[in-house]
């Protein structure tokens, strides 16, 4: 079993930054992946960006690209979103997610754990 969770969110002016924690525990992936997921009020979850834990290797949503980045402490079991350039379209509860899968993966039905999700909030 892995725990998941997740910190950092919060209220932000629009152009600010925020970064976002995820402490990952128990049975962790050496080999997998952990991804970033976001969830606006009525609409569905959606994918963010993604990291490999032993690579390092990255991906990203086109919406988030050049304004995010992910990154990870594998002493820590921790991975990071750090947000800048923020936008009121950005609000919504984020959540960290966990998978074995040997590949980035960015389909909510892939990843095997979830963390509680933490709410950001970007206002004009």
């Known amino acids: 079993q892995v725990q998941l969770v997740e910190s950092g969110g919060g209220l932000v002016q629009a152009g600010g930054s925020l970064k976002l924690s995820c402490a990952a525990s128990?049975?962790?992936?050496?080999?997998?992946?952990m991804g970033w997921f976001r969830q606006a009020p009525g609409k569905e979850r959606q994918f963010v960006a993604a990291?490999?834990?032993?690579?390092?290797?990255?991906y990203y949503a086109d919406s988030v690209k050049g304004r995010f980045t992910i990154s990870r402490d594998n002493a820590k079991n921790t991975v990071y979103l750090q947000m800048n350039s923020l936008k009121p379209e950005d609000t919504a509860v984020y959540y960290c997610?966990?998978?074995?899968?040997?590949?980035?993966?960015?389909?909510?039905?892939?990843?095997?754990?979830w963390g509680q999700g933490t709410q950001v909030t970007v206002s004009i």
């Open positions: 997610a966990a998978t074995s899968g040997v590949v980035i993966v960015t389909t909510v039905g892939r990843y095997d754990y």
């Open positions: 128990g049975r962790t992936f050496s080999s997998g992946s």
């Open positions: 990291i490999r834990w032993n690579s390092g290797n990255t």
